[in-house]
């Protein structure tokens, strides 16, 4: 089992920044692609990004466009995504992901979720 805690979401004015953290724990591995996820009210999850730590492969969203970045501390077994040029439409639970193999961007390519973080973006 792996087990997720994410942080740092929060209400934050449009064109402002977040950064959110998570970090695994459990029979976790540099091999397993960590992503975000993220779903409003009403619509389906999306994919936002993901980065496999092994090789520092990363994947985006079509939606990203530059504003966000995933990075990771493999010491901390943490990924962060910073969010930057924040919008009303951003606003959504951000969920951390980790995949045993395939980096997708289906949530079904993923096998563990955080219990996810609120971000709420101001106009």
């Known amino acids: 089992q792996v087990q997720l805690v994410e942080s740092g979401g929060g209400l934050v004015q449009a064109g402002g920044s977040l950064r959110l953290s998570c970090t695994a724990s459990g029979r976790t591995s540099n091999y397993y692609p960590m992503g975000w996820f993220r779903q409003a009210p009403g619509k389906e999850r999306e994919f936002v990004a993901a980065v496999r730590r092994s090789n520092g492969v990363m994947v985006y969203g079509d939606f990203v466009k530059g504003r966000f970045t995933i990075s990771r501390d493999d010491a901390k077994n943490t990924v962060y995504l910073q969010m930057n040029r924040l919008q009303p439409e951003d606003t959504a639970v951000y969920s951390c992901?980790?995949?045993?193999?395939?980096?997708?961007?289906?949530?079904?390519?993923?096998?563990?979720w955080g219990q996810g973080t609120q971000v709420t973006v101001s106009s």
């Open positions: 992901a980790v995949s045993r193999d395939y980096m997708g961007k289906s949530p079904s390519d993923y096998n563990y």
